[in-house]
């Protein structure tokens, strides 16, 4: 089946909230090569007025994974995870995340845009803090082969 272009402007629930913890945000930063001490020690972070471990900027994809797996279960998509490869991927921060932040996001397709048998599908996903105040907007452009 092809890409669903009727998920254009479609919205997907909320994921269940995300707490952020020192420990993963510390992992993160070893795995992603953020040696900066705001990343792994809490009174650097402290020093520079953060709560906490401040979680390098491609920490959101972790929650925005969450979003991108209920498009992916999406029966009708047309979305397949061997058919797909991550393409393109950007942030939009209002602030950092820091460790003790509990998440949401929420997942909604702004395009899709075909490409032979295949297609290219942006979504955007909106991550909010406890409070509902935006964090971050994670932007994703997913490259869907087609079958054969």
């Not at 705001?38 to 994809?61: C, E, I, K, N, S």
């Not at 991108?68 to 393109?88: K, N, V, W, Y």
């Amino acid at each position: 089946m092809p890409v669903n272009p009727a998920l254009v402007g479609r919205e997907f629930p909320p994921t269940a909230p995300y707490l952020v913890g020192r420990e993963k945000v510390r992992e993160f930063a070893r795995a992603v090569f953020a040696d900066d001490p705001r990343h792994v020690d809490p009174a650097a972070a402290q020093a520079l007025g953060y709560a906490d471990v401040v979680a390098p900027p491609t920490f959101a994809m972790v929650i925005q994974d969450q979003t991108l797996q209920i498009l992916l279960a999406e029966p009708d998509s047309g979305i397949t995870l061997e058919r797909t490869i991550h393409a393109e991927q950007r942030f939009r921060y209002t602030r950092p995340i820091v460790a003790g932040d509990e998440l949401v996001g929420r997942l909604s397709v702004t395009g899709v845009r075909a490409i032979g048998k295949g297609a290219m599908v942006t979504s955007e996903a909106e991550i909010t803090d406890a409070a509902g105040q935006h964090v971050v907007t994670a932007t994703s452009v997913l490259l869907i082969g087609g079958e054969d």
